[in-house]
């Protein structure tokens, strides 16, 4: 009778194990199929039904186009250019002055791949959610690559106009502006969120609209001189 109440006991814990492992692989599957599902959707075709050419000219013209103090921003969609339909991609092209800055902003559903082509050089960085900052000089040629979902932002210290091209791994990654964004809240949160009084908040909200379309700005004069401090910590 030991033996048989031995037995069952086992056979019982065997089973309560294998539902444990159960619950844990279909859990995991789960999760993974929830990642696949939220990046873009594989094509079914090789190219678009609605794009009649694979090229897209003179994106300074034909583009999505804002000019701004800092420069001139030029990105394309699905509706300017049907060729990147399904595809999972989008590029943005710049001509930033020397101190115009493309302000700190976030991708939501896209991870980034900047390349400085000519001019500059470029201050650029994130700040991952351990709030550390990845800060780097960028001169033509490099790259950097600003994770999805993180702050990032990109500033010419030099002086020379500086000419760079993104490339976002999603058709529609969205720009959300940082501090725009945190404006927009209402001014008793955004005021303890920026550790100040609700007068301060509601005089930085008069002069900082939220950044729709996103377009490049230039410094205030002292804030930034072209050429000097070529530093990550400035």
Known sequence: MMIMNILEADCKSKIVHGMVMFVLIYSTCMVLVQRVEAAD???LVDFSANATTPVFRNIFVNGDVSVGSGGVR??????????????????????MVPCGENLPHTHPRATELLSLISGGPLQAGFVDTKGQAHIHILYPGD???????????ELNVGTETAFYISALNSQNPGTLDSAGAVLQLPE??????????????????????????????????GVCVPGQFITTTC
């Open 143 to 153: 790259l950097i690559v600003f994770p999805r979902g993180l702050l990032h932002f």
């Open 74 to 95: 030029a990105a394309l969609d699905i509706g300017k250019f049907p060729g990147l339909t399904s595809e999972g991609l989008t590029v943005v092209q710049f001509k």
């Open 188 to 221: 008793r949160a955004a005021a303890i969120a920026f550790n100040q009084d609700i007068a301060t908040v509601a005089a930085l909200k008069s002069h900082r609209p939220y950044n729709e379309p996103p377009t490049l700005e230039a410094a205030k004069p």
């Open 41 to 43: 959707p594989d094509p």
